[in-house]
């Protein structure tokens, strides 16, 4: 198989990788809503199981997303990781539109409020942009000083859990001026399991998917040597 056709194969298979996970992530996040406010299933575990599992699933697409471009990078191919960069971003405004659409057409949300759900994933969308695009440029930086695609792979999974971090700090820190740095045992609580989350999330499942979607990818791509 010539190189163009390796090139295509592996960007197909990668654009597939994250849209399927961004797929399986909207559908589920459709019944985390169904279960939530469902009278048979609201008091049940249910929704908490759908929550996290929901948060796994974007996870895993935000650690395809790192391990395509990183395969590209290190196949000597900075063009397709760009695309691959372009198709990403694209993918997640489509997901977001998704979300918005559901939550409008579906009465979960109505009339001011539309406009700061509007906002919200837009926001959403641009951190996730920001986030791909930190990503991409610390795993060049790895190529470029000839680190090896392992401590790429790491140095994007830590943009990853950075960002979110500070996003997640940043809540707590305007909820505790909100409550005069005075929350409740059970609200110092949740902020402590809020930080466990995006330390497992956006830390470990992004960096394990990553790092197993590289081996992967690595078949049909291999490293330039």
Same mark, same amino acid.
């Given at each position: 198989?010539?190189?163009?056709?390796?090139?295509?194969?592996?960007?197909?298979?990668?654009?597939?990788?994250?849209?399927?996970?961004?797929? @399986?992530?909207?559908?589920?996040?459709?019944?985390?809503?169904?279960? !939530?406010?469902?009278?048979?299933?609201?008091?049940?575990?249910?929704?908490?199981?759908?929550?996290? @599992?929901?948060?796994?699933?974007?996870?895993?697409?935000?650690?395809?997303?790192?391990?395509?471009?990183?395969?590209?990078?290190?196949?000597?191919?900075?063009?397709?990781?760009?695309?691959?960069?372009? @198709?990403?971003?694209?993918?997640?405004?489509?997901?977001? @539109?998704? !979300?918005?659409?559901?939550?409008?057409?579906?009465?979960?949300?109505?009339?001011?409020? /539309?406009?700061?759900?509007?906002?919200?994933?837009?926001?959403?969308? %641009?951190?996730?942009?920001?986030?791909?695009?930190?990503?991409? /440029?610390?795993?060049?930086?790895?190529?470029?000083?000839?680190?090896?695609?392992?401590? !790429?792979? +790491?140095?994007?999974? /830590?943009?990853?859990?950075?960002?979110?971090?500070?996003?997640?700090?940043?809540?707590?820190?305007?909820?505790? +001026?909100?409550?005069?740095?005075?929350?409740?045992?059970?609200?110092? +609580?949740?902020?402590?399991?809020?930080? %466990?989350?995006?330390?497992?999330?956006?830390?470990?499942?992004?960096?394990?998917?990553?790092?197993?979607?590289?081996?992967?990818?690595?078949? +049909?791509?291999?490293?330039?040597?």
């Amino acid at each position: 198989m010539n190189n163009q056709s390796l090139r295509r194969r592996f960007l197909l298979c990668a654009v597939g990788a994250v849209f399927l996970c961004l797929l @399986l992530s909207r559908t589920v996040s459709i019944l985390f809503s169904y279960a !939530a406010t469902d009278i048979l299933y609201s008091e049940s575990v249910l929704p908490t199981v759908l929550s996290y @599992l929901r948060q796994i699933l974007s996870a895993c697409a935000c650690g395809a997303g790192i391990a395509a471009m990183c395969t590209a990078l290190y196949a000597d191919d900075r063009r397709t990781a760009l695309i691959l960069l372009g @198709l990403h971003s694209g993918l997640l405004l489509i997901d977001v @539109l998704c !979300a918005f659409a559901s939550d409008a057409f579906s009465g979960a949300v109505e009339d001011v409020l /539309l406009g700061y759900a509007a906002l919200f994933n837009l926001g959403d969308w %641009l951190i996730s942009v920001l986030l791909l695009v930190l990503a991409y /440029l610390c795993m060049r930086r790895c190529r470029l000083t000839d680190r090896s695609s392992s401590s !790429a792979l +790491i140095a994007a999974s /830590l943009v990853s859990f950075g960002m979110r971090m500070i996003l997640q700090l940043f809540y707590i820190i305007q909820f505790l +001026i909100e409550v005069e740095f005075s929350p409740y045992a059970s609200e110092i +609580i949740q902020m402590v399991g809020e930080i %466990l989350q995006v330390i497992v999330m956006s830390g470990g499942v992004v960096w394990l998917s990553a790092v197993g979607m590289h081996t992967a990818f690595m078949k +049909i791509r291999p490293a330039e040597q």
